[in-house]
T-cell receptor, first 116, second 111 residues
Framework: EPEVTQTPSHQVTQMGQEVILRCVPISNHLYFYWYRQILGQKVEFLVSFYNNEISEKSEIFDDQFSVERPDGSNFTLKIRSTKLEDSAMYFC??????????????FGPGTRLTVL | SQQGEEDPQALSIQEGENATMNCSYKTSINNLQWYRQNSGRGLVHLILIRSNEREKHSGRLRVTLDTSKKSSSLLITASRAADTASYFCATNSNSGYALNFGKGTSLLVTP
């Protein structure tokens, strides 16, 4: 069964450093997403991406964040200058459909980011 | 905010018993989804119910939707220890891309 994969599983970085989190969505999916979950809190939407551009983003997704689909398979989230409060589990997801008809999203196992 | 909010926050039952979790949301929706998250893992999609549906079944799962009350329930019948996880309801944003999750119900099923 196809699945979303994410690397690395755990990333430790120093405050102010840049990090890139990587995801390989399911191959026939067209819509890609990043979410984060701070420890003990609910899952929060960051950004969605379709047709090589951002389709929606949340208030969390400020200028420090960017997304890219550098090739036909990878989908990346970059944090330019990490802050302590960026420490969280970051989930990538993909879906075949979007919109009101229902977008069942398939989630990866997550990357735990720890900013020291 | 359209976020679903689940209750109870935590639920502890014994194997074989049924578990019922509830979700409330604030604005009109096209569909509502339930996800499961095992500790430290990603979310797994369980079931999607559309706004014109009132009830849906999938194996031991039964979901109901009451759009007049803006609420949904997830029933897990004949629970197993492996059902131990957090359960979240999610609604789509107005644009249809983002999923807005509630805080979840933490379910513990003891043998």
């Amino acid at each position: 069964e196809p699945e979303v994969t994410q690397t690395p599983s755990h990333q430790v970085t120093q405050m102010g450093q840049e990090v890139i989190l990587r995801c390989v969505p399911i191959s026939n999916h067209l819509y890609f997403y990043w979410y984060r979950q701070i420890l003990g809190q609910k899952v929060e939407f960051l950004v969605s991406f379709y047709n090589n551009e951002i389709s929606e983003k949340s208030e969390i997704f400020d200028d420090q964040f960017s997304v890219e689909r550098p090739d036909g398979s990878n989908f990346t989230l970059k944090i330019r200058s990490t802050k302590l409060e960026d420490s969280a589990m970051y989930f990538c997801a993909s879906s075949r459909l979007a919109g009101g008809i229902g977008n069942e999203q398939f989630f990866g196992p997550g990357t735990r980011l720890t900013v020291l | 905010s359209q976020q679903g909010e689940e209750d109870p926050q935590a639920l502890s039952i014994q194997e074989g018993e049924n578990a019922t979790m509830n979700c409330s949301y604030k604005t009109s929706i096209n569909n509502l989804q339930w996800y499961r998250q095992n500790s430290g893992r990603g979310l797994v999609h369980l079931i999607l119910i559309r706004s014109n549906e009132r009830e849906k079944h999938s194996g031991r799962l039964r979901v109901t939707l009451d759009t007049s009350k803006k609420s949904s329930s997830l029933l897990i019948t004949a629970s197993r220890a492996a059902d131990t996880a957090s359960y979240f309801c999610a609604t789509n944003s107005n644009s249809g891309y983002a999923l807005n999750f509630g805080k979840g119900t933490s379910l513990l099923v003891t043998p």
